[in-house]
């Protein structure tokens, strides 16, 4: 058990910058998720913090030692791989039992202690198994016991649900949240989905370009974004972003029509950021503009209308019970109390 | 019906190539085995012996197994180190390797290389007077400067078996690449991530994983080294005396140089034997189901 320090980490390969002079503190017993899309250098930094990867400059520390010179082997640490990386030539037993037998465990120790991991993961029916003969969630289950079976300072899990079909990763998910809560071990989780950032994180770095954009909790990286691409990249469906200015404390979409109160100096552009949640549907004429519905859909849990003005498309959810057409005319109003506005050159936000 | 009877008009004349130089010969050999089959005495091809051929080979015959001895011996040999160098080589030329690109391109050279032409090329290498080899001694070692490679029996095996050695550990290498090439690095850092030193990553990880490329490596070498004929030919010949005989060059000798053809074949017949064994494993591994 330890904090992780990443000081001014660098990672380039000749001209190729995947990570860009990053510092970052996870706490100890933290559940830290970087989040990020494929490219923004996510993976590499757990990579860096593994040893599989040298940082270009810059320092890794696990607790209170300096890294960068540590093989993998000596870093005291237990990665997840994505593609799970079992052994498929040993058995289910034999899998999980391996960092015991490189690290010398006693022999005696060995059998009892694979049996309890894989008992938290429920494999126990499965040790005399190879690989080859498991399911994908089932494997994947192998790669978690094969961390669990040691308490290593820092578990390192690199998109550990993404070759899972959407129903597995739902459970497994669930179940990995459960785990980490039980074991208190320090982890870092790599993922480029964000409703698994969400739901299994203590803190989210959401990652673009090898830049950290915005570190903050669930909740802050949810309701405060910093800057366009944490607030674009967070949430489903998407977060709405609608062009337009703001004069005399009102913003003004395309076209000159008044949108919605807001409060903040005169801007001639800005892009008005809101959620799905945060528009509400009237009757026509009721609302705060008219707009013609581009779109009907139904999920069951709730209705999705994706609705349009001039070229401003916008998604707003409506009740489970709503139903329109394609091409109605419905009225919409924003909710001043949450609503983002964000410069469109450089994507800052301004404070509203 | 028209179809098949095209079927078997397409491959009927590669049929009668195969049998014509390989099933036809192949048979004849069988057949001359059991006969006196001298060269030099018109009819005698035609004479049945019976086995006699081949218990003259098991029982009256030193010079036979000798030539069965050096075989073993330059097979076993060959096949170790050609195995343990090229896999050494692969390590360090696979990707992520220490060595990489333009030395691989170098490498395949002595492959390209036709053997009778390396067992040539050797044999100037050591010769005494002028060969590189004994400048190179006298200048780094000057007692083994002017030493007769050649003409010494455990010498000039030796030397045999570097040359195999030296023309066959590229295109090993570059087979093995490809295998390492094909072992998942995942498994390989989940390893070292769970602690394991670089040796035990390839003893437990990368070996098992690496262990049918290297058992058809291995099977195909054996099939090769026990074959030899041409390299040998033209860098000892055989000699001196008998000490880099080995089987190909004995039956060649017996066959083509005394016209005991019968004999000659009775021996041939009898190398059949590993050598149906080694292909059949090869066969299995190569072929093999999953």
């Known amino acids: 058990m330890a904090e992780v320090r990443l000081k001014k980490l660098t990672k380039r390969w000749g001209d190729v910058v995947g990570v860009d002079n990053q510092s970052l503190q996870i706490k100890d017993k933290e559940f830290l998720v970087l989040l990020g899309p494929s490219g923004c250098g996510k993976t590499t930094t757990m990579r860096m913090i593994a040893g599989l990867e040298n940082p270009s400059s810059g320092e890794v520390w696990i607790g209170d030692r300096m890294v960068n010179d540590d093989l993998p082997k000596d870093r005291d640490v237990a990665m997840v791989f994505q593609n799970y990386g079992l052994y498929p030539h040993m058995t289910i037993f034999d899998n999980i039992a391996y960092p015991l037998k490189v690290r010398g465990t006693p022999k005696n120790e060995i059998a009892p202690r694979v049996k309890r991991a894989a008992e938290k993961v429920e494999l126990t029916p499965f040790l005399e198994r190879k690989p080859k003969a498991l399911s994908g969630g089932q494997r994947q289950r192998v790669a978690l016991a094969r961390a669990i079976v040691r308490t290593p300072k820092v578990f390192l899990m690199d998109e550990p649900l993404s070759n899972l079909d959407a129903k597995l990763r739902v459970t497994m998910r669930s179940e990995l949240k459960h785990l980490s809560k039980q074991l208190q071990v320090t982890t870092v989780y790599v993922t480029h989905d964000q409703i698994e950032a969400m739901t299994l994180a203590d803190r989210v770095a959401v990652m673009k370009h090898g830049v950290i954009q915005q570190l903050g909790t669930p909740d802050e990286i949810y309701n405060d974004p910093v800057n366009l691409f944490v607030a674009a990249f967070i949430g489903s469906p998407t977060m709405n972003l609608i062009t337009g200015s703001v004069s005399n404390g009102m913003f003004v979409t395309t076209g000159g029509k008044d949108l919605v109160q807001i409060r903040a100096p005169d801007q001639s552009a800005a892009v008005l950021g809101v959620r799905a949640d945060d528009i509400a549907i009237h009757d026509p004429g009721e609302g705060s503009i008219d707009v013609t519905i581009y779109a009907f859909e139904n999920t069951g849990d709730s209705s999705l209308l994706t609705v349009q003005w001039g070229k401003q498309r916008v998604i707003a959810r409506g009740d489970r019970h709503l139903r329109k057409d394609q091409d109605d005319i419905v009225g919409i109003t924003l909710n001043p109390n949450h609503l983002y506005l964000f410069e469109p050159q450089s994507g800052a936000r301004i404070k509203t | ?290």
């Open chain 2, 1 to 290: 019906m028209r179809d098949n009877t095209l079927k078997y008009l397409l491959v009927l004349p590669a049929v009668v190539v195969v049998f014509a130089t390989a099933i036809w010969p192949l048979m004849e050999s069988l057949r001359l085995s059991f006969t006196i089959g001298r060269l030099n005495r018109p009819g005698s091809l035609d004479q049945y012996l019976g086995w006699e051929n081949y218990t003259w080979a098991f029982f009256d015959e030193p010079a036979f197994w000798n030539a069965v001895w050096v075989t073993a011996v330059y097979t076993l040999l060959t096949v170790a180190l050609t195995t343990l160098l090229a896999m050494g080589l692969a390590m360090l030329l696979a990707p992520g390797g220490r060595l990489r690109s333009g030395v691989q391109t170098l490498l395949i050279l002595p492959f390209a290389m036709s053997p009778a032409l390396i067992g040539v090329s050797f044999r100037f290498m050591f010769n005494p007077e002028f060969g590189l080899f004994d400048a190179f001694f006298g200048l780094v070692l000057p007692p083994l400067a002017g030493i007769s490679w050649l003409a010494d029996p455990v010498l000039a095996f030796a030397v045999c078996v570097m040359a195999d050695i030296w023309g066959w550990v590229p295109f090993l290498t570059l087979v093995l690449i490809g295998g390492l090439a094909s072992v998942p690095r995942d498994t390989i850092e989940a390893a070292q991530v769970d602690g394991a030193s670089s040796w035990r990553v390839f003893r437990d990880v990368t070996l098992p994983q690496l262990a049918p490329v290297l058992a058809v490596v291995i099977i195909l070498k054996s099939i090769f080294s026990l074959k030899t004929f041409d390299q040998i030919f033209m860098l000892t010949n055989g000699g001196p005396g008998t000490a880099t005989q080995t089987l190909s060059h004995y039956i060649y000798f017996n066959g083509m140089k005394y016209g005991q053809i019968g004999y000659a074949a009775s021996v041939a017949w009898l190398m059949v034997i590993p050598m149906i064994f080694l292909t059949y494993a090869y066969a299995r591994y190569v072929f093999r189901k999953n």
